[in-house]
């Protein structure tokens, strides 16, 4: 019994370990997104080009509608937008990531 204890207790100390953890933090992102993003993407907008600007639709006609691809685009940059890498932590682009998805779910309405 005493093995199989041991077995389970490592499995999930494996589990629990092998997963990145989501810290993600709305608040954060909002402030974050303020600082970095706001001044191109104001209520969701997009100054560089209006079509591809951070509403719902857009997000989903470019295949950004996931917390993962906001990450990938706001880490590594795409076009006229920045790679934020290296200026912001893993954590800090997940929140913004997180909130930019749930106001474009709410229609950059507060």
């Given at each position: ?5 041991a077995c389970l207790a490592s499995l ?38 209006a079509e591809k600007n951070l509403k ?20 590594n940059g795409k076009n006229a937008m ?29």
């Amino acid at each position: 019994m005493s093995v199989l204890m041991a077995c389970l207790a490592s499995l999930t100390a494996i589990a629990l370990f092998s997963q990145s953890p989501a810290f993600a933090d709305i608040e954060q992102g909002a402030a974050i997104f303020k600082t970095n993003c706001a001044s191109c993407h104001a209520g969701g907008r997009n100054l560089v080009k209006a079509e591809k600007n951070l509403k719902l639709a857009s997000l989903e006609k470019y295949g950004m509608n996931s917390v993962e691809a906001i990450i990938a685009q706001v880490t590594n940059g795409k076009n006229a937008m920045p790679a934020f890498r290296g200026r912001l932590k893993p954590a800090q682009i997940e929140s913004v990531a997180e909130y930019v998805l749930a106001q474009a779910q709410k229609d950059w309405k507060k």
